[in-house]
């Protein structure tokens, strides 16, 4: 990558979500063991008032049988067994509760019910979020002067938030089965924007999932460096923000340098 490209005019934004919009910490730590706990409830609620109660009487609950961190290792199993699906989290959520709820005695069908109804009332959680007060605002500016994108490897479904609004091209990269660090969801958002690498900057929280691909394809980035490792090895074109509320600082010194 040669000086002059790395300092063409940004005309293009990408933004990592989660993590980078907001604090998705809390959203999941919330999210997580309700939807479990909301599905064992249900679950065995509808058991005792349904012809399969029978069978089922006298066992133990599905979550006794089956607890959160079981439900947590089937996913990472089904990760590995399958690498493309890696990134798709809805489908492995789904598919591990689908073998959970098989193992534990339900007739396929039902399996497959529960799931999806655990797995909707799971996306309603993880889409109760905040984003940080400045987020919105500074969307709203940015939009101003620059074609942005989202690409997330994550299930939030920004159709779903009103942070929607401010982003023309939203990419699901897990659903592409390309997750970041895959080149290609940001090689997507890019040509769909009307972009490219050397005048686009993207703005993520991970080293390895926004950082590393976005500037091996020449693009320049913001790394929010949400845990504080405030690493020191930064290559040309990598920028450390501590928090979203400094990239309009870091784009006016970028705009001035050129
Ligand atoms: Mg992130």
Known sequence: MTATTRHARIEALTFDLDDTLWDNRPVMEHAEPTHYAWLDTELADWLAASPLGELFAGHERYAQRFPLAAYI????????????????????????????????????????????????????????????????PLLDALR??????????????????????????????????????????????????????????????????????????????????KHDERRTDLPPGVHRLAHIRELTALLERLDGER
């Open 144 to 225: 101003q002067d620059y074609a942005l994108a989202a690409i997330t490897n994550g299930n939030a479904d920004l159709q779903r938030l009103e942070l929607a609004q401010h982003f023309p091209v939203v990419i699901a990269a897990g659903e592409l089965l390309a997750p970041k660090p895959d080149a290609r969801p940001f090689l997507a958002a890019l040509a769909r924007l009307g972009s490219r690498p050397a005048r686009a900057l993207h703005v993520g929280d991970s080293w390895k999932e926004d950082v590393l691909p976005a500037w091996r394809l020449g693009m320049r980035v913001a790394w929010i460096d």
């Open 73 to 136: 290792e089937r996913r990472l199993a089904l990760a590995r067994r399958h690498p493309l699906r890696r990134g798709d989290f809805t489908w492995l959520r789904e598919r591990a509760l689908i073998e959970l709820l098989e193992e534990y005695g339900l007739p396929r069908s039902a399996a497959h019910l529960w799931a999806a109804a655990a797995i909707g009332h799971f996306l309603t959680l993880r889409h109760t979020l905040t984003p940080y007060p400045e987020a919105i």
